[in-house]
Structure formats: C-alpha cells, structure tokens
C-alpha cells in the first residue's frame, strides 16, 4: 500500500520535479518507509512505500526495467500475483523481486491492457513504455484504491489524492458547479470522473486512460459488472447458493490474508465485520481484533462492545478496545478533515480516523467489512424497490439530500446547475444493460459508485492516514460477480443480507446476527451541539466563506436556528454537509 504521483509532459523542457517531490511528501503516511523519484525523457513518477508483500529494497518504486523498457508505480496490493508469477515465469520472464509490482510490469508487457483481467486485487498504477512515449493509468474494478489527474495542453498530472495535486502552482482550485450538485443532492458522493473542483478528475472504477506523447488521450472501461443468475444456477434452491457463497466468501478472505506482516480484523460487532473474524480464525488462530466506542450523547449509546466483546470471547482472540472521551474525538476532527481527499460527511470518519492510529501500532493490514450492505442489500431502501414501478423515483426519495426548490434555496445562483444533474447520472445509470430488477439496478449503482464514494473511501483514507493498509473481502471481484447473480429476495430476506445471515450462522452466534442493524455510533457528531456546532457555525460565517459565496445566508441561518431539525432522508445533518465542505476548503487553503 502506498502512495503514487507523476507528471507526463506533451512537451520538451522541464518537468517539476520540485512538485513530484512535494506530492510525496504530503503521501508519507501512506508510505513511511521509504520514497523514491524516476525522471526519464517527458515522464516523472513520485512513490512513497508501505512495505507489506516484499520487505526488501527489491521492490522499491518507482521501479524501472531496462530491458523490458517499461517503469512503473503502483498503490496497492495483488493477491494473486505469486501464482501469475508463476505464469509469467512459465513464459520466459525472470523476476529479481518476492513482491507484487513487478508482476504488473511483466504482466504488461506479456498481455498488455488485458493484464487488468488477470489481476485479484485492488489498485491504482500508471506504467510508462520508453520507446513509445505513453503512460498508461489504470484503476481497479471496484475503485478500492483512488487515481486523480488533471490535464491541460502542456501535461497532465496524476496522484493517489487530490489535495496532493494542489501541490503543483499551476493546478486550477475553481470549483465546479456540476461538482457542489452532486455533494448537495447525491448523499456527498461526487461520481467519477467530476470532483468538486472543475479541473480535477477521478479515473472512473474499472477503467484505463493512456497518455501519448502529444496528449491525445483514450479511455476504456475494462470491467462490468452483470446480474442475473447463469446456467445451471437458474434453478438453484437457496442452499445451493448458500453453500456457493461460503466458498466464495472463503476464498475472498484466504486471499487477503497474503503478506509478510501479521493481518487484523476491524471488529465493529455486526455480522460483516464478525464473519471476517470467524473466516480468518479457520486460517490463524492467534488473531488480533480490534473495536472503537465513544461516549453516549443524548442517550444514544456510542459503542457496540457488547457485540464485539462476544464475538472476540467466541473466538478467543487478542482483542483490543479503545473508549474514546468526546474531548479527544473533538481534538482529532480537524486531522481527520485534512486528511479527506474530499470531503466526506459520515460520522465515523473520525472513529476510523482514531481507531486507525491505535491499530497501526500493533499491525499493518487489518480485513474490515465494507461493502456487504451494497453488495448483499443491507439497506432500507432496497425492499421499497422490490416491487417499485418507478425505481428512479423510489431510489430519490430514499437518497437524495434535497429537492429542487430546496436546492434553488441553497446555493447562491452563480452555482446552479442547468438541469437535473444528479437525477440525470441515476437514470442513465438504471437505464444500462445488465440489471433489469429495479433492487438490482440500485445495487449496482451503489456497489459501482456510492460504495466508491463513501464507505471504500472512507476506509483507504483514515487507515492509509496512519500508514495502515485495509483490504475489504466483501470486495473480491469474483465474490462480487457471484453475489450480483444470486437472486434479489435471497439478499432482502431477514430484513436484508438474508444470504449472507444465513452464511453467516454456520459461524458466528445468533445473538449477533438477530441485532437491530447498527452503524458505527459517534453521537457526538450526529447531534450538532456545543464545540462541533461552534466550528461548523464559525466555518460558515468566516470571511474566507463569504468570499466563496456558495450557500445563501437566509438558508444558513434556517439551519443554525435549529440544527437537528433539518436532516437528510438518511438522517444525515444538512448543516454539517454544508459545514465540513467549508472546513475541508480552508483545511487544503492551509
């Protein structure tokens, strides 16, 4: 796990060096131990290393192969990159590494862009051929690790986080209309390839972009994915697909348990989380398991030890639990601002932003459970589609933040959009092929790009904080394409993720898989009160907020008259959107 950066120029002259340089150091904490620049002809590759497969110099990146003319950098992991080592070995190839990353370049340079369908993984990389000029950017499937760039006629700029890009003078900060849109409307998710910053871009999930030497550009999506069973599979009962699923499930793990450092589990105390700990104790006993609580607000509580508590005892494993006082969630808030790529709203950033520090002291890789609710349909809003005759309109009125007239009320005009942008993205996105159950459709958008944009950000974002690498086997692409053909109503049973309910009491006990769903609890950031209510308030009327002129002030002060009144249809705070988007834009203004 690390931390990529690069300039290609379409010209000849200087490069910026002193910018690759910086773009590495603001990526330390994704890469402490060690850094490395290469520079040749148009092209400058940055890289800071979290060592973790190959613990050697061997590995080290950027890494370049003369004899293959090919150099790469690459942030991520391949799980199974010994066996197609093996394959490539087979084929003539000789490796001077134990590690990942010169699989890729053989890889390449053996089947070029149909490498990526051969690759187990998650990862961003940009790999350069010396004798052509082109640099090739590519993304992993379900975009677990990010790739941001900008371009204009003179070079284009790529890095694994966009405040890293603002390093370099010349990179335009004029916010995007379209952008703010899609934050205000789209639950805080700004989907590829936008971001709220008009000349930055994310390479799209499952997707490839090459650079030639004059800056034309070609881009391909390279993987999607499909619902509906096939085959035999038609007329499977539910244990056949039960049975399936454990073995996929199994084998997603088997596979993130691949590294030269011990691997831990996030243990929130739900069934994702305690499955993952029941699957990796058949693999290693001697498990270390970790878990977050905060203190009560309201009367709401703000841990969930009693669920992960059971389950570290059933697994007798070496279990750590923090407490977390309010003060020092409250001290960590402006940290964990800083370290989002973008700003993102959910109360648990924090709790993965502290729980992130204290586990990175007892181990480099931890398993966590993301990705299950998108996956198996654990949200509330799947069963209303079951039967909808109008998904989109079913899938807004679960989601989106804000009408129309509410949005008008909002921003000032000079940011109005022309059009329903947000509402625009999700019909064309129901519309493609390859989903026609309305809850399928909605599964694939959130698993394809709310899942993206929230929870998998999320969690890369506050672990790589702390030099913690994250792998999420609900992710495994196979287990993925095997979850999006099992049929809609074996996921919606048991009030959602009925499946994977049933999995999971082969392994874990009942009393934590019959729970009331629960999320991770900061009470303290989900009621706006006191020293958070205070930031967020003196954020919005600073004078580097009304010089940006984003929100209209009779809207603002609406929400500051009573800030628990005015919640999104996910329960979500409207003024602590609006809040950490204006504390996010003065953290990257320094």
Same mark, same amino acid.
């Given at each position: 796990?690390? @931390?990529?950066?690069?300039?290609?120029?379409?010209?000849?002259?200087?490069?910026?060096?002193?910018?690759?340089?910086?773009?590495?150091?603001?990526?330390?904490? $994704?890469?402490?131990?060690?850094?490395?620049?290469?520079?040749?002809?148009? =092209? %400058?590759?940055?890289?800071? $290393?979290?060592?973790?497969?190959? !613990?050697?110099?061997?590995?080290?990146?950027?890494?370049?192969?003369?004899?293959?003319?090919?150099? *790469?950098?690459?942030?991520?992991?391949?799980?199974?990159?010994?066996?197609?080592?093996?394959?490539?070995?087979?084929?003539?190839?000789?490796?001077?590494?134990?590690?990942? %990353?010169?699989?890729?370049?053989?890889?390449?340079?053996? &089947?070029?862009?149909?490498?990526?369908?051969?690759?187990?993984?998650?990862?961003?990389?940009?790999?350069?051929?010396?004798?052509?000029?082109?640099? &090739?950017?590519?993304? /992993?499937?379900?975009?677990?690790?990010?790739?941001?760039?900008?371009?204009?006629?003179?070079?284009?700029?790529?890095?694994?986080?966009?405040?890293?890009?603002?390093?370099?003078?010349?990179?335009?900060?004029?916010?995007?209309?379209?952008?703010?849109?899609?934050?205000?409307?789209?639950?805080?998710?700004?989907?590829?390839?936008?971001?709220?910053?008009?000349?930055?871009?994310?390479?799209?999930?499952?997707?490839?972009?090459? =650079?030639?030497?004059?800056?034309?550009?070609?881009?391909?999506?390279? &993987?999607?994915?499909?619902?509906?069973?096939? @085959?035999?599979?038609?007329?499977?009962?539910?244990?056949?697909?039960? /049975?399936?699923?454990?073995?996929?499930?199994?084998?997603?793990?088997?596979?993130?348990?691949?590294?030269?450092?011990?691997?831990?589990?996030?243990?929130?105390?739900?069934?994702?989380?305690?499955?993952?700990?029941?699957?990796?104790?058949?693999?290693?006993?001697?498990?270390?398991?970790?878990?977050? #609580?905060?203190?009560?607000?309201?009367?709401?509580?703000?841990?969930?030890?009693?669920?992960?508590?059971?389950?570290?005892?059933?697994?007798?494993?070496?279990?750590?639990?923090?407490?977390?006082?309010?003060?020092?969630?409250?001290?960590?808030?402006?940290?964990?601002?800083?370290?989002?790529?973008?700003?993102?709203?959910?109360?648990?950033?924090?709790?993965?932003?502290?729980?992130?520090?204290?586990?990175?002291?007892?181990?480099?890789?931890?398993?966590?459970?993301?990705?299950?609710?998108? *996956?198996?349909?654990?949200?509330?809003?799947?069963?209303?589609?079951? @039967?909808?005759?109008?998904? !989109?309109?079913?899938?807004?009125?679960?989601?989106?933040?804000?009408?129309?007239?509410?949005?008008?009320?909002?921003?000032?005009?000079? &940011?109005?959009?022309?059009?329903?942008?947000? #509402?625009?993205?999700?019909?064309?996105?129901?519309?493609?092929?390859?989903?026609?159950?309305?809850?399928?459709?909605?599964?694939?958008?959130?698993?394809?790009?709310?899942?993206?944009?929230?929870?998998?950000?999320?969690?890369?974002?506050?672990?790589?904080?702390?030099?913690?690498?994250?792998? *999420?086997?609900?992710?495994?692409?196979?287990?993925?394409?095997?979850?999006?053909?099992?049929?809609?109503?074996?996921?919606? /049973?048991?009030?959602?993720?009925?499946?994977?309910?049933?999995?999971?009491?082969?392994?874990?006990?009942?009393?934590?898989?019959? $729970?009331?769903? #629960?999320?991770?609890?900061?009470?303290?950031?989900?009621?706006?009160?006191?020293?958070?209510?205070?930031?967020?308030?003196?954020?919005?009327?600073?004078?580097?907020?009304?010089? $940006?002129?984003?929100?209209?002030?009779?809207?603002? /002060?609406?929400?500051? %008259?009573?800030?628990?009144?005015?919640?999104?249809?996910?329960?979500?705070?409207?003024?602590?959107?609006?809040?950490?988007?204006?504390?996010?834009?003065?953290?990257?203004?320094?």
């Amino acid at each position: 796990m690390c @931390g990529l950066a690069g300039e290609v120029r379409f010209h000849d002259g200087n490069g910026e060096l002193d910018t690759i340089a910086r773009m590495n150091e603001r990526h330390q904490p $994704r890469g402490p131990h060690s850094e490395g620049i290469f520079s040749q002809d148009r =092209i %400058t590759f940055g890289h800071r $290393r979290l060592k973790v497969m190959d !613990l050697s110099e061997a590995s080290q990146q950027p890494m370049f192969d003369p004899a293959l003319g090919l150099a *790469v950098v690459f942030n991520g992991a391949l799980y199974n990159y010994p066996q197609l080592r093996d394959e490539l070995r087979g084929l003539g190839y000789q490796f001077f590494s134990d590690g990942d %990353t010169e699989v890729i370049l053989k890889a390449y340079h053996a &089947w070029g862009e149909k490498c990526l369908q051969r690759f187990n993984g998650m990862f961003a990389l940009a790999v350069w051929q010396r004798d052509s000029g082109e640099v &090739w950017l590519a993304r /992993d499937r379900l975009g677990i690790k990010p790739l941001y760039y900008t371009c204009n006629s003179q070079r284009l700029l790529f890095s694994s986080t966009l405040p890293a890009l603002l390093e370099s003078p010349q990179v335009s900060r004029e916010l995007d209309p379209t952008g703010l849109h899609y934050y205000l409307h789209f639950h805080s998710v700004v989907p590829a390839p936008h971001t709220l910053f008009k000349q930055i871009h994310k390479l799209e999930p499952g997707h490839w972009l090459k =650079i030639s030497r004059d800056g034309a550009q070609q881009k391909a999506c390279w &993987w999607q994915l499909n619902f509906g069973a096939q @085959g035999e599979e038609q007329h499977w009962d539910a244990r056949q697909w039960e /049975d399936a699923l454990l073995t996929q499930l199994r084998q997603a793990v088997q596979r993130r348990n691949l590294a030269a450092v011990d691997v831990g589990v996030l243990l929130s105390g739900g069934v994702d989380s305690s499955l993952l700990v029941a699957l990796l104790h058949e693999i290693n006993p001697e498990l270390s398991t970790f878990s977050i #609580g905060f203190e009560a607000v309201n009367g709401e509580q703000g841990d969930e030890f009693r669920y992960s508590d059971l389950i570290a005892k059933h697994f007798s494993t070496r279990h750590h639990r923090m407490m977390i006082p309010s003060s020092e969630m409250l001290a960590a808030l402006p940290n964990a601002i800083a370290a989002m790529p973008e700003p993102m709203v959910s109360h648990d950033c924090v709790a993965f932003y502290m729980l992130s520090q204290e586990v990175s002291k007892h181990c480099r890789v931890v398993q966590s459970g993301q990705g299950a609710d998108e *996956v198996f349909a654990g949200y509330h809003w799947y069963p209303p589609m079951q @039967g909808s005759t109008n998904p !989109l309109q079913s899938y807004r009125e679960a989601f989106f933040d804000r009408q129309p007239l509410e949005y008008v009320q909002t921003v000032q005009p000079a &940011w109005l959009t022309e059009g329903d942008v947000a #509402g625009e993205f999700v019909r064309q996105h129901f519309a493609q092929a390859g989903a026609s159950h309305p809850v399928d459709k909605a599964l694939r958008l959130d698993t394809q790009v709310m899942l993206v944009e929230d929870p998998v950000k999320r969690v890369d974002t506050m672990t790589m904080a702390h030099s913690l690498e994250a792998r *999420v086997p609900f992710l495994d692409h196979e287990l993925v394409e095997f979850a999006a053909r099992i049929p809609a109503q074996l996921k919606l /049973d048991q009030g959602g993720k009925g499946i994977l309910k049933q999995v999971a009491r082969r392994l874990i006990p009942a009393e934590v898989i019959d $729970r009331p769903k #629960g999320y991770f609890p900061v009470p303290a950031l989900k009621y706006l009160r006191g020293p958070v209510l205070q930031q967020v308030q003196d954020a919005l009327s600073s004078q580097a907020a009304r010089q $940006r002129g984003l929100f209209q002030p009779a809207y603002l /002060d609406t929400l500051l %008259t009573d800030p628990e009144a005015h919640l999104t249809p996910l329960r979500g705070s409207k003024l602590w959107q609006l809040g950490l988007l204006e504390l996010w834009l003065q953290q990257l203004e320094g």
